[in-house]
């Protein structure tokens, strides 16, 4: 009597990835708001990563009478701007804060933002922990980062 053995080879794929460990939680570099006179309206930009499906629902800070969530958009040759209630972060997508898009409106400064100053901004989300920044005041955007 002959026994057939069968065997099974399970095969185990193993899936590989060249991408860099996904970033945890919510993420900002390049913040930077431009120099700006007390009274006046300034402007802060950023660029912001959430690993998470998350929402920018609220902005913060003690430097200003209100902080609000501005986009900017050019219609024929006006430049408009109009508020947002809150921003979309998409998981792993990168949101530009930005001159002529999106940014956080300082309205009605309480003091003067001269470059070498930095200022707090904290902002608040839908489910994430608030975030507090320290934003540079400078002339000009932080230089590109080699990625
Ligand atoms: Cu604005």
Same mark, same amino acid.
């Given at each position: 009597m002959n026994r057939i053995l069968?065997?099974?080879l399970a095969i185990v794929?193993?899936?590989s990835s060249c991408t860099a460990p996904?970033?945890?939680? &919510?993420?900002? $570099?390049?913040a930077w708001t431009r120099p700006a006179a007390q009274g006046g309206n300034g402007a802060v930009y950023f660029v912001i990563h959430s690993a998470a499906a998350e929402e920018l629902i609220r902005v913060s800070?003690?430097?200003a009478e209100a902080v609000e969530m501005h986009e900017s958009t050019t219609n024929g040759d006006v430049m408009?701007?109009?508020q947002?209630?809150? &921003?979309?972060? $998409?998981?792993g997508k990168e949101v530009l804060f930005e001159?002529?898009?999106p940014h956080i409106m300082l309205v009605n400064?309480?003091?003067d933002l001269k470059a070498g100053d930095e200022i707090e901004v904290t902002l608040h989300f839908k489910n994430y922990q608030d975030l507090p920044l320290h934003v540079p005041v400078q002339d000009s955007p932080p230089s590109e980062h080699d990625h």
């Open positions: 069968v065997f099974t794929v193993f899936s996904a970033a945890e939680g &919510v993420e900002v $570099r390049d800070s003690d430097v408009e701007m109009r947002l209630q809150s &921003v979309t972060l $998409r998981a001159p002529g898009g400064l309480e003091q």
